[in-house]
């Protein structure tokens, strides 16, 4: 729930003004795993994001 809270607020709407977003898909363990959409895929800075 906090995950998805701090993408929805925080990282989201900063994604939204180049035309992508970014999904929670889930948690294993410690790790959560996120999946790009929109202008976010093939963009070459998406490691770095």
């Given amino acids: 729930?906090?995950?998805?809270l701090m993408l929805d607020?925080?990282?989201n709407?900063?994604?939204a003004s180049h035309?992508?977003?970014v999904m929670?898909?889930?948690i294993k363990d410690s790790?959560?795993?996120v999946r790009f959409?929109?202008?976010c895929q093939g963009c070459?800075?998406?490691d770095t994001t």
């Fill in 37 to 39: 959409g929109g202008g």
């Fill in 19 to 21: 035309g992508g977003n």
């Fill in 13 to 15: 709407p900063m994604l």
């Fill in 9 to 11: 607020e925080q990282v």
């Fill in 31 to 33: 790790t959560a795993y």
């Fill in 44 to 46: 070459s800075m998406i």
């Fill in 1 to 4: 729930e906090q995950i998805q």
């Fill in 24 to 26: 929670l898909e889930g």
